[in-house]
């Protein structure tokens, strides 16, 4: 198994450019199951998550090529409406097949995904919205049945406990397109990759009006074409660098990174008082430096809230930021994984309900062995890393990969030393480690 060594406290200086958004591909790609027709993605991330999707879909019986490592091509002449358990267990955003298989096929047999380390993650909401489009919805044997030969358009509010819920928005959105009369969605996620998907279904002949908006309506049509389409940059990931760049003495230059899509961030950032140029559309300059920084205080909501994929990350720059910070996780509430191990490279936090209480200081982090334990705490660690005092090994790092892209390549073309190494020849404890 693959580790990162990471010699902490080099400058960051140079272009960063950020990926494919994951959280739109994976979406796009259930929604080539919507044609009979050929759909060519572009812009696509090299992500575990990504080909994982696609096997499945292959699994499915749609036929896939990839023609480049970033573009996919896939042709869904034929379609299973089972989605198996032993596949769907594997990756929760594979609930997102759903939607496709009610619209096109009228029916579908899901796995219920499980539950991961940063939640529950319930369906009940996408349930509901099948529901009001008058499917007979089923759940029995770990299995959702859904039958919507008799489906047609309705009125849903996907509005839960903790707003709104994007896969859900995706699945009602893909299954509303083909499903006869006007579907109207209140309370619809409406971020960026949300917005993504519904202008590819809109390439395809989809008619949606309200994307970007909190209020969805779609009237169904009979069948949509093929479409070729280029998926949006990865909020997430560019915010990742912005952020890691804001820990310590750099100069950076991250592409991919648009500030539409990141104002919550660029808004937390700028109170912090960190000195970054939004130089084009879709390119952001930091000018960082050790502990300059004001500490800020966060809420993660549904956006254009500040994004619960960026907390971790937000969590370790108030770690070095000398001062009281207080970061709430309001989407997830125990989404704190990373705080354990952040604390054992000694960050000061101590976690008060859905509230990660930070007393960031000067000392910077001490370099040491650490565990990933879900996609965004292994972010918050690797940065943790770069800013560290000594050397850090973040452990379990397919965590990751399913939703970076060579991020160690990235960083190490930004003057970090940081390599991929095989945990054989990880120091044991009764080794000095350097
Ligand atoms: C998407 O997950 C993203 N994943 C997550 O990113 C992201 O954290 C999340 O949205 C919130 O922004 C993908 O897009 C593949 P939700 P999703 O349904 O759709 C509750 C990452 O790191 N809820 O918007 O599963 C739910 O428990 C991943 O890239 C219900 O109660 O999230 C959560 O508290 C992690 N009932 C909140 O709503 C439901 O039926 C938001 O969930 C659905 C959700």
């Not at 080539?32 to 999707?53: G, H, K, Q």
């Not at 380390?117 to 919205?129: C, F, S, W």
């Not at 973040?394 to 003057?415: A, S, T």
């Amino acid at each position: 198994m693959d580790v990162l060594r990471i010699r902490g406290g080099q400058p960051l200086k140079g272009t960063i450019r950020a990926s494919g958004a994951k959280n739109a591909c994976l979406p796009i790609f259930a929604a080539t199951l919507l044609t009979e027709e050929t759909c060519v993605i572009e812009n696509v991330p090299d992500l575990s998550d990504v080909r994982f999707m696609a096997r499945i879909l292959e699994a499915m019986g749609a036929e896939v090529e990839r023609p480049e490592p970033n573009t996919w091509k896939i042709t869904a002449k034929e379609v299973a409406t089972r989605a198996p358990y032993d596949l769907v267990r594997k990756m929760r955003a594979s609930v997102c097949l759903l939607g496709p298989l009610v619209g096109r096929m009228k029916s579908a047999e899901v796995s219920l995904p499980g539950g991961c380390v940063i939640g529950q993650r319930p369906i009940d909401l996408h349930l509901k919205g099948l529901s009001k489009l008058h499917c007979d919805v089923d759940v029995r044997n770990g299995y959702v049945f859904v039958d919507a030969k008799a489906a047609h358009g309705g009125h849903v509010f996907l509005g839960g406990r903790h707003g709104s819920t994007v896969t859900g928005t995706a699945n009602i959105v893909m299954a509303a397109v083909l499903t006869p009369g006007i579907t109207r969605i209140d309370s619809a996620a409406c971020e960026p990759e949300v917005v993504d998907l519904c202008k590819m279904l809109i390439s395809m002949g989809a008619k949606i009006d309200g994307v970007g908006s909190h209020a969805l309506t779609i009237e169904g049509v009979e069948a949509l074409r093929g479409t070729t389409y280029r998926v949006i940059n990865d909020r997430i990931e560019a915010g990742t660098y912005l952020l890691a760049a804001a820990m310590m003495e750099s100069d950076v230059r991250v592409e991919g990174a648009e500030a539409e899509h990141m104002s919550a961030l660029l808004d937390k950032l700028e109170e912090a008082g960190l000195d970054y140029t939004i130089e084009a559309v879709d390119a952001i300059r930091v000018r960082g430096q050790r502990c300059n920084l004001k500490p800020v205080d966060v809420i993660t909501l549904p956006h254009p809230g500040y994004a619960t994929d960026l907390q971790a990350q937000m969590s370790t720059l108030m770690s070095v930021t000398p001062g009281l910070s207080i970061i709430t996780e309001r989407i997830y509430p125990n989404r704190f994984m990373h705080v354990p191990e952040l604390q054992r490279m000694g960050a000061d936090i101590a976690i008060e309900g859905p509230s990660a209480i930070v007393k960031g200081r000067k000392q910077p982090l001490s370099g040491a062995p650490v565990m990933a334990s879900d996609l965004r705490a292994s972010a918050a660690l690797v940065i943790a890393g770069l800013a560290a005092e000594g050397e850090t090994w973040v452990q379990r790092i397919y965590h990751l990969d399913r939703g970076y892209e060579k991020m160690e390549e990235k960083f190490k073309g930004l003057g970090a030393e940081i390599d991929r190494i095989d945990d054989a020849d990880m120091p044991r404890d009764d080794e000095t480690m350097a």
